[in-house]
């Protein structure tokens, strides 16, 4: 009983956490919508942990807790799996920056040493 009593102590502090990102602006409609349902359903599973079995029997799973499990590991891959494909996006846009900069300071160095040797030539000629 007290197990229950913290997870759904949990489930009302991501909640809050999340309508709180929401009303900042740090997450879109979508993604509220997205979240709210899962802990929703979370705190659901908690109080009625009985109608998991009724749904892990009807997917051919014995008991509502392997269902669960099965379904967090699922889950679990695929924020994985999005994780890494932003990872990989912002290491592109952060190699690409990285590589216009180095060009664009590249481009002021050779027009500095431009400026320099223009300037030294005045002054060998001036004091010829």
């Not at 990285?98 to 027009?111: F, G, H, P, T």
Request: aromatic residues 10%; without cysteine; charged residues 20%.
């Amino acid at each position: 009983m007290i197990i229950k009593i913290i997870i759904l102590l949990f489930v009302i502090f991501v909640l809050w956490r999340t309508t709180s990102r929401y009303l900042r602006g740090d997450i879109t409609v979508r993604e509220l919508m997205i979240w709210v349902i899962f802990w929703l359903l979370v705190g659901l599973a908690v109080v009625l942990p009985q109608k998991t079995d009724i749904i892990a029997q009807w997917l051919g799973v014995s008991r509502g807790a392997d269902l669960l499990v099965y379904l967090s590991i699922i889950v679990l891959f695929f924020v994985v799996f999005r994780i890494i494909v932003k990872l990989e996006k912002i290491d592109q846009e952060v190699t690409k920056i990285v590589r216009e900069a180095a060009l664009e300071n590249d481009n002021k160095s050779k027009v500095q040493n431009q400026n320099v040797n223009s300037m030294s030539n005045d002054k060998i000629q001036n004091n010829i």
